[in-house]
């Protein structure tokens, strides 16, 4: 028998499926307009976005229009305001209901679930071909709210209300945004938890920091860091590598308040660090100062965002509360 190099195998059992076509348009012929510097992409990752909601997709331009949101609400990007794509007559029309679907979630689940199983795929080839490193896969589903940039090359007759088309999209930068308001997490805390019959537990305060490493180029160092004891500072939990995205669905929901996305990916946990190479970034992190009045919670003296050896350089920081059930 020939011999077959791993990218062209196939999954035993099932043959390759064939992604299911984007509504409106596909996002992978815009690679560059939504990468993010510590987040990967392989030859077969799927990016697609579409608009859940109308019971006629073809009334686009007639029933959906963009709604600029003010700086408070949002950070503007490039000092251009975000636009967020709305039903033109929500909450202004009781007869606009009959052009909504009632079961959103089922257009969602015909849309994604192809493309979900071929990313499955080639993701348990990715871990099978794994030598060096542990790969952890992950599905993971966030609520907020997709964010379009104009840019100079798209007029404001464009932008107008009967005029959005799927070429005016094409066009435009877009982000996801996953902030939501205190309010919706205490609905969540709430109302939710307890019609589950679960109860949250105290808040855990965690501290993301992200390093570029001088000797492997290609790869971005992910630290996961909590308080110490003392409070005053932060320390090492937990080291990654590289996150590889194989999908991302993003969907503007129509009549709702938030936005949904839905990506699959994998992160490679390093398994092999040397207790320098730990130190070093032991030695980073625990010079980060806890400052409240910045947004990522902490910050480094200036001139001090690199290791003492050199080899690592804080590239990006961020916080988040996490609350278990």
């Known amino acids: ?9 196939q999954t035993k059992g099932s043959p390759l499926l064939n992604p299911t076509p984007a509504p409106l348009f596909n996002m992978r012929s815009d ?64 007869g606009i209901k009959n052009e909504l679907i009632e079961t959103p979630w089922l257009l969602i689940a015909a849309n994604v679930k192809k493309d979900l199983l071929l990313s499955f795929q080639h993701m348990k080839r990715e871990m099978e071909e794994a030598v060096m490193a542990q790969v952890k896969p992950s599905v993971v589903a966030r609520f907020g709210k997709i964010l379009f940039y104009g840019s100079s090359s798209i007029g404001k007759d464009s932008l107008k209300l009967n005029s959005l088309t799927e070429t005016t999209l094409r066009k435009m930068k877009g982000s996801f945004h996953t902030d939501v308001p205190p309010s919706y997490m205490d609905y969540v805390e709430d109302r939710v938890a307890e019609n589950l019959g679960q109860e949250y537990v105290q808040g855990k305060e965690l501290y993301y920091v992200k390093l570029s490493d001088k000797l492997r180029t290609k790869s971005i160092v992910s630290c996961k860091c909590t308080v110490a004891k003392d409070h005053n500072k932060i320390q090492l939990y937990k080291i990654e590598l590289n996150r590889v995205r194989h999908m991302v669905a993003d969907m503007s929901i129509l009549g709702k308040s938030s936005d949904l996305r839905l990506f699959v990916n994998t992160k490679k946990i390093k398994m092999a660090l040397s207790d320098e190479e730990i130190n070093e970034i032991k030695d980073l992190i625990a010079s980060a100062i806890l400052d409240s009045e910045v947004p990522s919670g902490i910050r480094w003296p200036l001139d001090k965002r690199h290791s003492s050896g050199g080899r690592y350089v804080v590239n990006a920081i961020g916080h988040t509360t996490a609350k278990s059930l």
Do not use: A
């Open 1 to 9: 028998m020939s011999y077959i190099p791993p990218h062209k195998r």
């Open 31 to 94: 690679f560059n307009k939504f990468r993010t510097w510590n987040i990967g992409y392989t030859d077969h990752t799927i990016l697609k976005w579409f608009s859940v909601g109308l019971d006629d997709e073809l009334r686009l331009s007639s029933l959906v229009s963009f709604q600029p949101l003010s700086p408070e609400s949002f950070e503007t990007k490039s000092g251009i305001q975000p636009l967020s794509l709305v039903s033109t007559h929500q909450g202004c029309n009781e």
